[in-house]
């Protein structure tokens, strides 16, 4: 009886009128992401050609006429001798658009490293970069950190470097930055439109699901396995299509690729910060989408009882699932006289948990990917203990026929 119930709420799943169109809203949107946003995507490391060549022009002609002037020494005001800088600023130019225009993204990309190495002011300088931050300085020295340690890893390790590579947008790394920016809050907001009428749908056939010979409980939980089950499957389905379609565009990339982590919060300086493979990222950040997705369907369960609505349901979900964002600042770090590491909500977004990002925002070393787990194991034990005691006062005939 029970496979036949869990089959039975798998088809009403799929097939309902309101996640098949969602489902569909969800392909068109992962193929904007991946065809569009993320080959479009602008970061301070995007390379324009154009811009190049024109500075190039510029440089030139300067030159020249400093040269004609013979004004090829040091300012005596300044002590600068811009000459000499400018004639090292355009041979590097050169040689980066040159490589760049031939595609050979080893010497490209050797030659960036150069360029930045010991120059974190080039990052720190550019007021575009984080320009709506409440630290832009701080930010921006992250960045640069994180990109020297990447341009590290893919010069000593060898790597075939490619264009999609050095961009961060191969298949491996595109999936990478999905998880530790908003992609796992994109995903539990799927799980939670999924689960979010699991009960309220059964209000119009009440007199047909009134006779099934399963107790109030039983059903669900396996009511909840459902929509586990098709979340899950879903979600799988997701990650694999947009790894597939950036790999076409521009190679899988390599599990043992260096990702940049924050240990600790004290000298901001390189002391700071180590490295894990792509592999161990992806590996300990996707282990814990399945225990966020079940938790916040058994809420959508919870929530399903007491208001007998799905978009009431849908409603207070998504805000328990922002609530981090919408009340949390970057100065946060405490609630209510308590350290946010004991939070759930803190966790929402594990892909910062595991590169130490949410530690960095907040300028806390408090909150670490075990103490994460407990926490949200602890909070799907209370939601358990929450929903077995709601069960028993909205039985089934309080909640068809109240």
């Not at 020249?64 to 000499?84: C, D, L, Q, S």
């Not at 770090?333 to 130490?356: A, H, M």
């Amino acid at each position: 009886m029970n496979r036949n119930y869990l089959k039975h709420e798998f088809l009403i799943t799929a097939r309902s009128r309101r996640n098949v169109p969602f489902i569909l809203f969800i392909g068109v949107l992962l193929l904007s992401y991946c065809l569009i946003l993320l080959p479009n995507e602008k970061t301070k490391e995007t390379y324009n050609p154009d811009e190049v060549k024109t500075y190039l022009t510029d440089l030139e002609v300067e030159q020249k006429f400093r040269e004609k002037k013979g004004n090829t020494g040091i300012i005596i005001m300044t002590g600068m001798p811009v000459y000499a800088y400018n004639d090292y600023y355009y041979k590097l130019n050169h040689a980066l658009l040159t490589a760049y225009e031939d595609k050979n993204y080893h010497r490209f990309l050797y030659l960036r490293n150069f360029s930045l190495m010991g120059n974190e002011y080039e990052y720190t300088s550019d007021e575009n970069l984080f320009a709506l931050s409440p630290y832009p300085g701080k930010d921006r020295s992250h960045l640069y950190k994180q990109t020297m340690m990447r341009y590290e890893d893919y010069l000593t390790n060898e790597y075939p470097i490619t264009y999609g590579l050095m961009y961060e947008k191969t298949g491996l790394q595109a999936l990478q930055k999905f998880l530790q920016t908003n992609g796992i809050l994109f995903i539990i907001f799927c799980a939670i439109f999924f689960s979010s009428d699991v009960l309220s749908r059964d209000r119009k056939n009440r007199s047909v699901l009134q006779g099934v010979p399963l107790s109030w409980y039983r059903q669900l939980n396996l009511k909840s396995l459902t929509a586990f089950f098709y979340s899950l499957l879903v979600v799988i389905g997701i990650l694999i299509a947009g790894v597939v379609v950036m790999s076409v565009q521009f190679g899988f990339g390599y599990f043992d690729l260096h990702v940049p982590i924050m240990i600790a919060q004290r000298t901001f300086s390189l002391e700071d910060y180590d490295i894990i493979s792509i592999a161990a990222f992806l590996g300990k950040t996707l282990i814990v989408v399945p225990l966020l997705i079940f938790l916040f369907i058994r809420m959508n369960v919870i929530l399903g009882l007491l208001f007998k609505n799905e978009w009431l349901v849908l409603l207070f979900s998504s805000f328990i699932l922002f609530s981090d964002r919408l009340f949390v600042s970057r100065t946060t770090r405490e609630i209510f006289g308590k350290d946010i590491s004991f939070f759930p909500q803190t966790y929402f977004d594990f892909g910062k948990i595991v590169n130490g990002d949410k530690n960095f925002l907040v300028n806390t070393e408090t909150i670490t990917y075990m103490k994460g787990i407990v926490v949200l194991f602890i909070t799907l034990a209370v939601t358990e203990l929450v929903l077995f005691i709601l069960s028993k006062f909205i039985n089934k005939r309080r909640f068809y026929y109240s």
